[in-house]
């Protein structure tokens, strides 16, 4: 076994229905630590990026608009756990992307759906292995909003501008 990271997204649908808290709890049968936590309004490029694998689906814009939170609320809690096995252990709690087939006890058994325009509404994502769940954190997150330095880091002078409350 390795000690791995993996992206958890609760997705607007888990949100909306006020999953969080079960899912989280959930989540706590694996004895993996959460290293970032943050609640995301999802652009079109970001939701775009991070489905890329999808763009030829038949699927791929209805996928979109519920992962922007057309369909519910536009908001996604993004979340990085870290430890032994990450990825294989969450998404074993996760359960089958088809809500329908995924186990009765798994997330996605106890609360997906299927729509009439045939998306899975399965309430939440999980990174499928070690390079994918690299791709995304860092498309996620920054580095430093996580509290371990999960993968190399660099330096870089930049001029921006940044918000303060007033
Ligand atoms: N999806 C769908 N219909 C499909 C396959 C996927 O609506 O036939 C949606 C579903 O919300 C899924 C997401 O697209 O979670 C990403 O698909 P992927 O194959 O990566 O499944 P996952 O890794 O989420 O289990
Ligand atoms: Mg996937």
Same mark, same amino acid.
């Given at each position: ?5 993996? !992206? ?7 949100? %909306? &229905? =006020? ?8 989540? /706590?049968?694996?004895? !993996? &630590? ?30 979109? &608009? ?29 359960? =089958?992307?088809? $809500?329908?087939?995924?186990? $009765?006890? /798994? ?8 729509? /009439? ?9 999980? /990174? ?10 860092? !498309? ?6 996580? %509290?371990?330095?999960?993968? $190399? ?14």
């Amino acid at each position: 076994m390795a000690v791995e990271q993996s !992206l958890m997204l609760i997705k607007p649908d888990g949100l %909306v &229905k =006020s999953l969080t808290g079960d899912i989280i709890s959930k989540m /706590s049968e694996t004895e !993996l &630590k959460i290293v970032g936590a943050k609640v995301v309004q999802v652009t079109r490029e970001l939701a775009e990026e991070h489905y890329q694998h999808l763009r030829e689906a038949k699927f791929f814009d209805e996928l979109i &608009k519920y992962i922007m939170g057309e369909y519910h609320t536009k908001r996604v809690l993004a979340l990085v756990y870290h430890g032994e096995d990450a990825i294989k252990s969450i998404r074993k709690i996760v359960g =089958s992307t088809n $809500p329908e087939k995924a186990e $009765p006890t /798994s997330i996605r058994g106890k609360y997906g759906r299927i729509t /009439s325009a045939g998306v899975f509404e399965n309430v939440v994502h999980a /990174s499928e292995n070690p390079k994918e769940a690299e791709r995304e954190i860092k !498309l996620w997150f920054r580095p430093d909003e996580l %509290v371990y330095t999960l993968y $190399p880091t660099k330096i870089e002078k930049v001029t921006i501008d940044k918000v303060f409350w007033k």
